[in-house]
């Protein structure tokens, strides 16, 4: 028998039942009745039909009748539940008929309800992050405004700061010591100093820029001319000295610095620079070098088989074997704009339009660098953003040869990525680079490290992934005032190295017989010269030329290349000027360069194919 199931009764207890209740007075109620009527209060006893399995029992103000089932009841009970269970069979025919024709819809769209969804996703996921942030931006000025309750002596209290609109918002802002105050009405917050380095500015002597800049201000070694701080930077020796302080500072307690001082530190370091390259600080973040900031966009992107990158024949090799690999790995078709230059602006932008007009598909990114490296090139890149902007193509802007090099402004070109290194032309030791990356792309972009900050935005995420040498980071604070207080401000620095490049090329058009690649327009401080009998040089002549002014010649450091100039492969030299640099120093490679005779091909070195790459 099932729970809840009704026994039977058997006839004897029938019977026995009867004779029960039936000895009860009419007006002597049951216990549970009379407690029932107790509490409630004196009231007439409502008749009730109690319908059995086998025995009908019809009671009456404690009068039984027995006699069977209730056949009205029965019936009546019956066809309501008979109607009940129609109605239920008709509303399920009703749905399903429903759901059949909303499948055959979804059916239809296919893959553009996909799309649609994808798409509602990302808006979703952005226009809640961004509701949050309001409401986090509202919650932490209503905190700031109540100030801080009084806490004991000598305790620390952490008072959450608000968002300032146009400063990053990282994840630790510093901590503010309060001190506890008897009888005062507004308690007082005073925030913790944060460390500093000991470089006395006014000490620092201002020196001519050329071969006194070197010796006094750099350790480049007195007996090599270096012509290639384009490839890894230089950097001088108060910014070094600035280093040291700083890794001293951080090894005298490295949990405090890293919990109280390294997220401030980092914050001025982001400003500085935003000022310099005329960007948003909320949307600038810090990276170890111009690679990593390719990969970062690169892997951050949902590449599907079939997808595109655009990019141009001259871009920097680094970037074209991270293209290749996003084609190994993803199926990424690699659309690639042939362009011989010398070029004019206008004739860049008429290639690209063309060949974007060949396309069947819209490119997932394009991306082409503001200065090549290797050619050495300033790409208009503002004009080449809004053109591809005007094909809806995202755009991706290497500019780690022209921050510093040529006065730039982010915020202008508009790219969707701008990414840059800041050792090579500005001074800070070797790793330091940055990534710009526009609002509306920033839910998108992750740091290749995945860490504790993971889902608390684009700032907070590459702030801080790991423990790293943040020195070289913070140091950037004094190469800037380097420039400031050693070299008398940017202007100076980019008019004399632009310059010491015009002369270099007249200098070297009349000693070698050949003419500057770029016109004066396109070159900055980073002329390319051809050498002389340098066409059709034999294949490696390059790093074999390398290798000879590095060993052989008066160790001088450059930087050689084989390029395609005019429809002839040419070998070229690329010449950094420097505040560090002179005339002469161009007047000893030109020597240098004569003594080989055309002879290009004959040295041979150990370790050559190490110098392939360094530019």
Same mark, same amino acid.
């Given at each position: 028998?099932?729970?809840?199931?009704?026994?039977?009764?058997?006839?004897?207890?029938?019977?026995?039942?009867?004779?029960?209740?039936?000895?009860?007075?009419?007006?002597?109620?049951?216990?549970?009745?009379?407690?029932?009527?107790?509490?409630?209060?004196?009231?007439?006893?409502?008749?009730?039909?109690?319908?059995?399995?086998?025995?009908?029992?019809?009671?009456?103000?404690?009068?039984?009748?027995?006699?069977?089932?209730?056949?009205?009841?029965?019936?009546?009970?019956?066809?309501?539940?008979?109607?009940?269970?129609?109605?239920?069979?008709?509303?399920?025919?009703?749905?399903?008929?429903?759901?059949?024709?909303?499948?055959?819809?979804?059916?239809?769209?296919?893959?553009?309800?996909?799309?649609?969804?994808?798409?509602?996703?990302?808006?979703?996921?952005?226009?809640?992050?961004?509701?949050?942030?309001?409401?986090?931006?509202?919650?932490?000025?209503?905190?700031?405004?109540?100030?801080?309750?009084?806490?004991?002596?000598?305790?620390?209290?952490?008072?959450?700061?608000?968002?300032?609109?146009?400063?990053?918002?990282?994840?630790?802002?510093?901590?503010?010591?309060?001190?506890?105050?008897?009888?005062?009405?507004?308690?007082?917050?005073?925030?913790?100093?944060?460390?500093?380095?000991?470089?006395?500015?006014?000490?620092?002597?201002?020196?001519?820029?050329?071969?006194?800049?070197?010796?006094?201000?750099?350790?480049?070694?007195?007996?090599?001319?270096?012509?290639?701080?384009?490839?890894?930077?230089?950097?001088?020796?108060?910014?070094?000295?600035?280093?040291?302080?700083?890794?001293?500072?951080?090894?005298?307690?490295?949990?405090?610095?890293?919990?109280?001082?390294?997220?401030?530190?980092?914050?001025?370091?982001?400003? #500085?620079?935003?000022?310099?390259?005329?960007?948003?600080?909320?949307? !600038?973040? $810090? *990276?170890? &070098?111009?690679?990593?900031? =390719? +990969?970062?966009?690169?892997?951050?992107?949902?590449?599907?088989?079939?997808?595109?990158?655009?990019?141009?024949?001259?871009?920097?090799?680094?970037?074209?074997?991270?293209?290749?690999?996003?084609?190994?790995?993803?199926?990424?078709?690699?659309?690639?704009?042939?362009?011989?230059?010398?070029?004019?602006?206008?004739?860049?932008? #008429?290639?690209?339009?063309?060949?974007?007009?060949?396309?069947?598909? !819209?490119? $997932? *990114?394009? &991306?082409?660098?503001?200065? =090549? +490296?290797?050619?050495?090139?300033?790409?208009?890149?503002?004009?080449?953003?809004?053109?591809?902007?005007?094909?809806?193509?995202?755009?991706?802007?290497?500019?780690?040869?022209?921050?510093?090099?040529?006065?730039?402004?982010?915020?202008?070109?508009?790219?969707?990525?701008?990414?840059?290194?800041?050792?090579?032309?500005?001074?800070?030791?070797?790793?330091?680079?940055?990534?710009?990356?526009?609002?509306?792309?920033?839910?998108?972009?992750?740091?290749?490290?995945? +860490?504790?900050?993971?889902?608390?935005?684009?700032?907070?995420?590459?702030?801080?992934?790991?423990?790293?040498?943040?020195?070289?980071?913070?140091?950037?604070?004094?190469?800037?005032?380097?420039?400031?207080?050693?070299?008398?401000?940017?202007?100076?620095?980019?008019?004399?190295?632009?310059?010491?490049?015009?002369?270099?090329?007249?200098?070297?058009?009349?000693?070698?017989?050949?003419?500057?690649?770029?016109?004066?327009?396109?070159?900055?401080?980073?002329?390319?010269?051809?050498?002389?009998?340098?066409?059709?040089?034999?294949?490696?002549?390059?790093?074999?030329?390398?290798?000879?002014?590095?060993?052989?010649?008066?160790?001088?450091?450059?930087?050689?290349?084989?390029?395609?100039?005019?429809?002839?492969?040419?070998?070229?030299?690329?010449?950094?000027?420097?505040?560090?640099?002179?005339?002469?120093?161009?007047?000893?490679?030109?020597?240098?360069?004569?003594?080989?005779?055309?002879?290009?091909?004959?040295?041979?070195?150990?370790?050559?194919?190490?110098?392939?790459?360094?530019?």
């Amino acid at each position: 028998m099932g729970c809840g199931a009704t026994k039977p009764r058997t006839t004897n207890e029938e019977e026995k039942f009867e004779t029960v209740h039936a000895k009860q007075p009419a007006d002597r109620p049951s216990s549970r009745a009379s407690s029932r009527r107790s509490s409630r209060g004196s009231r007439p006893i409502t008749p009730t039909i109690v319908v059995g399995e086998t025995l009908g029992v019809a009671k009456h103000a404690g009068e039984v009748v027995a006699g069977g089932v209730v056949d009205g009841v029965k019936t009546v009970t019956g066809q309501k539940k008979r109607e009940r269970k129609l109605a239920r069979e008709a509303e399920i025919e009703a749905l399903t008929d429903k759901i059949r024709r909303l499948e055959c819809q979804l059916e239809e769209l296919g893959g553009d309800l996909v799309e649609i969804l994808d798409r509602t996703k990302i808006f979703t996921k952005t226009h809640h992050q961004a509701e949050l942030q309001h409401k986090a931006s509202k919650l932490m000025a209503k905190r700031r405004a109540k100030a801080v309750a009084t806490v004991d002596e000598g305790e620390i209290a952490d008072v959450v700061q608000p968002i300032t609109p146009g400063e990053p918002a990282f994840a630790s802002p510093p901590l503010q010591l309060v001190e506890a105050k008897d009888n005062v009405e507004e308690e007082e917050t005073t925030t913790v100093a944060l460390p500093s380095v000991d470089i006395d500015w006014d000490s620092q002597p201002r020196v001519e820029f050329g071969q006194e800049m070197k010796d006094v201000h750099f350790k480049l070694d007195e007996n090599r001319l270096f012509l290639n701080a384009a490839s890894y930077g230089a950097t001088p020796k108060v910014v070094c000295e600035a280093r040291r302080q700083w890794e001293e500072i951080v090894q005298s307690d490295p949990v405090v610095f890293q919990l109280q001082y390294l997220i401030p530190l980092l914050k001025q370091c982001v400003q #500085q620079l935003s000022k310099l390259i005329h960007s948003d600080p909320n949307n !600038t973040v $810090l *990276l170890v &070098n111009a690679n990593a900031a =390719t +990969s970062t966009v690169l892997k951050s992107l949902p590449w599907r088989a079939g997808d595109s990158i655009l990019t141009f024949s001259v871009d920097y090799d680094a970037t074209k074997l991270a293209m290749e690999h996003l084609n190994d790995t993803c199926g990424v078709e690699i659309l690639e704009i042939p362009l011989k230059l010398p070029m004019t602006d206008d004739e860049i932008l #008429q290639a690209v339009e063309d060949f974007i007009k060949t396309l069947d598909s !819209t490119p $997932l *990114l394009a &991306n082409f660098c503001h200065v =090549t +490296s290797k050619t050495a090139w300033l790409f208009p890149a503002k004009r080449l953003v809004s053109l591809f902007h005007k094909y809806h193509i995202p755009v991706m802007v290497d500019g780690a040869q022209a921050a510093g090099q040529h006065p730039i402004n982010v915020s202008e070109i508009n790219a969707d990525y701008y990414l840059g290194t800041v050792h090579k032309w500005m001074y800070t030791p070797q790793g330091v680079a940055f990534l710009v990356t526009a609002p509306h792309k920033q839910e998108t972009v992750f740091p290749l490290t995945v +860490s504790y900050h993971l889902g608390k935005g684009y700032q907070e995420e590459f702030a801080y992934t790991g423990v790293q040498d943040f020195t070289s980071w913070i140091a950037m604070l004094q190469a800037f005032q380097f420039v400031e207080h050693v070299c008398g401000g940017w202007t100076k620095v980019r008019t004399y190295c632009h310059e010491l490049a015009h002369q270099a090329v007249e200098l070297l058009e009349q000693e070698w017989g050949t003419k500057c690649i770029q016109d004066k327009e396109h070159r900055g401080a980073l002329p390319i010269m051809p050498l002389p009998q340098g066409e059709n040089a034999p294949q490696g002549a390059e790093v074999k030329v390398m290798a000879y002014l590095l060993v052989e010649i008066d160790h001088i450091t450059a930087f050689c290349l084989m390029e395609d100039f005019g429809g002839v492969p040419t070998l070229c030299v690329r010449l950094t000027c420097q505040i560090f640099n002179s005339l002469e120093d161009y007047k000893k490679l030109a020597v240098a360069i004569n003594n080989m005779k055309g002879a290009y091909g004959s040295y041979v070195a150990a370790g050559l194919e190490l110098l392939s790459f360094h530019h």
